[in-house]
């Protein structure tokens, strides 16, 4: 939303703009709305719908009701299986296609990539610089998976991953770490519950580390991203907006677990 910034330091945008990327009303219903005189600024009616306005430091109001003006908007998806971790795709449903349009007006993208077939933690936001931080390879961002595998993981699964581990394109994984919760029989065979947290984020790189160690994983769902839980309250397909303690953490600021 700074693209229309008329001077440096100076966030002037047009008042139809500022409405309909609020998602308060569309282009033409935010135009209609400021002919009628239903919109004013710092208190006064305004009749010009390309007014250059600073959403930071004017006050707007709609039918008398204040417009709560915010650049980004941070959100907390529980990805459910089936969807994909785009903002469009031409054959399948994107976890974008979840959201609600007063959402969508600020055009949020999925930070990172959880696979079509993995459930749990997904932040959407349109602050690109918060999102290329938490991606950056440098940063090393934890990032926690429950899974169920086929097979008995055992303690020199967890030796192999606290080394690091050989993918099948030759890359040498960073030290993870590894938590057996439990083994027990499906349809015949062993499988194990475990929790695994890596600090990178290579394709399908929990699944392929499995593979490197000779096991299939048959259930992935992260829980936690950086000092981001998963919140329990959440059923796969809902979302929330991030706390301003969940905010703050994520940027570093305090507290540093929410
Ligand atoms: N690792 C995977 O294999 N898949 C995911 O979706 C995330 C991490």
């Known amino acids: ?11 002037k945008l047009r008042l139809d703009k500022i409405l309909s990327h609020l998602g308060i009303a569309t ?22 719908s390309g007014l250059q306005v600073d959403p930071e430091i004017s006050a707007i109001e709609v039918d008398g009701q204040a417009v ?19 903002t469009e795709d031409r054959y399948d449903r994107t976890v974008v ?11 949020p993208f999925p930070v990172g990539r959880l696979d079509k077939d993995t459930e749990g933690l997904l932040l959407l ?17 934890p990032k926690t998976y429950e899974a169920v595998v086929r097979g008995e993981v055992n303690a020199a699964d967890d ?19 590894l938590e057996i919760v439990r083994h027990y029989e499906r349809e015949g065979e062993v499988h194990s519950d475990i929790r695994l947290t890596i600090m990178e984020g290579k394709f399908h790189q929990v699944k392929r580390m499995f593979e490197a160690v000779g096991k299939k994983v048959v259930f992935l769902k992260r829980i936690s991203m ?22 703050q953490a994520l940027r570093g600021e305090s507290p540093s677990s929410v």
Do not use: C, I
């Open 1 to 11: 939303m700074t693209k229309e910034s008329k001077s440096k330091g100076s966030k």
């Open 27 to 48: 282009r033409s219903e935010s135009k209609k709305w400021v002919k009628q005189g239903r919109v004013r600024v710092d208190g006064q009616t305004v009749k010009d």
């Open 68 to 86: 709560r003006y915010r650049e980004f908007v941070y959100l907390l998806l529980n990805k459910p299986q089936g969807v994909v971790s785009a």
């Open 97 to 107: 296609d979840l959201l609600e349009a007063e959402y969508l007006a600020f055009e």
């Open 125 to 141: 936001t349109n602050d690109g610089k918060l999102a290329h931080e938490l991606l950056s390879p440098r940063k090393h961002v």
């Open 159 to 177: 030796a192999a991953f606290r080394d690091g581990v050989t993918l099948d394109d030759g890359y040498e994984t960073m030290p993870a770490e």
């Open 226 to 247: 950086g000092p981001l839980k998963l919140d329990p309250m959440l059923d796969p397909g809902q979302y929330r907006e991030l706390s301003e303690d969940e905010l």
